[in-house]
Nanobody
């Protein structure tokens, strides 16, 4: 199995934006769903968003209208565009593909 690789995290002020990337080096990328989760300090990992092979997207209520998931099958990459960030969005963000977790990327939003 090949682990997804996330990137793009960092420190941003409240109201700012970040774009996360998830690269999955597998030929079956285009035919499967990609999901993003996050885990804040002291909290359980929670589902954030998903995109199917047919580009159907779903979002957690807490991020709907602020986050946008997309995919580029030619690059085997999924993206998470995060706008209007809030301090409560601070977490390690994980990509999940076929129940395989990436290593995560830290997002910190300062107030």
């Amino acid at each position: 199995q090949v682990q997804p690789v996330e990137s793009g995290g960092g420190l941003v002020q409240a109201g700012g934006s970040l774009r996360l990337s998830c690269v999955v080096s597998r030929s079956i990328f285009s035919t499967n769903t990609v999901q993003w989760y996050r885990q804040a300090p002291g909290k359980q990992r929670e589902w954030v968003t998903s995109i199917t092979s047919r580009y159907t997207t779903n979002y957690a209520a807490s991020v709907k209208g602020r986050f946008t998931i997309s995919r580029d099958n030619a690059k085997n990459t999924a993206y998470l565009q995060m706008d209007s960030l809030k301090p409560e969005d601070t977490a390690v963000y994980y990509c999940n593909f076929l129940n395989i977790w990436g290593q995560g990327t830290q997002v910190t939003v300062s107030s």
